[in-house]
């Protein structure tokens, strides 16, 4: 009736799938890939987790969120470092700092019970703004 399905005995883990390795070169190898903009998405992603946990961690006494800190803001400077291989680094770092500040003060308001003023939310604003005149610009 059903189908078993079982593991060949001998392998702990199945092959690499060798069309990740394929992404993998051809990303790393493009110039002016637009995939050096999703490991900067991942990036300011990791950073918001990271500093998401900072609060939780009470000045680094507790563990788990210690590390859950550390390994996400390693996540981010290792995809930051990738995305700058395509993205200028000043139009990397401005997006990067300024999406990642617009969504701390939003998740602060949301979750951490942070207050939201006006001059709160005008001063995101003028940094969302400083980051898209930058991409306008011809920064990159």
């Known amino acids: 009736m059903g189908v078993s399905r ?3 005995s001998g392998t702990g883990s199945p092959p690499p799938d060798h069309n990740l390795v394929r ?7 493009s110039k002016g890939a637009p995939v ?9 992603s990791a950073e918001v987790i990271g ?3 900072l609060k939780a961690t009470h ?3 507790r563990l788990w969120p210690t590390l859950g800190l550390v390994t996400a803001y390693i996540t981010a400077f290792l995809l930051l470092a ?8 000043g139009v990397a770092y401005a997006m990067w700092s300024g999406l990642g500040t ?3 003060v939003a998740i602060g308001a949301a979750f951490l019970g942070e207050p939201l ?15 898209v005149i930058l991409n306008l610009g011809g920064a990159h």
């Open 6 to 8: 079982r593991r060949r």
């Open 59 to 61: 000045g680094f006494t």
């Open 102 to 104: 617009a969504a701390i």
């Open 23 to 29: 992404l993998y070169m051809y990303v790393s190898t």
């Open 82 to 89: 990738q995305a700058v291989k395509t993205i200028p680094v």
């Open 36 to 44: 050096a903009y999703l490991f900067l998405l991942g990036a300011i």
């Open 117 to 131: 003023s006006l001059v709160k939310v005008l001063g995101v604003g003028l940094v969302v703004a400083g980051v």
């Open 51 to 53: 500093t998401s946990l």
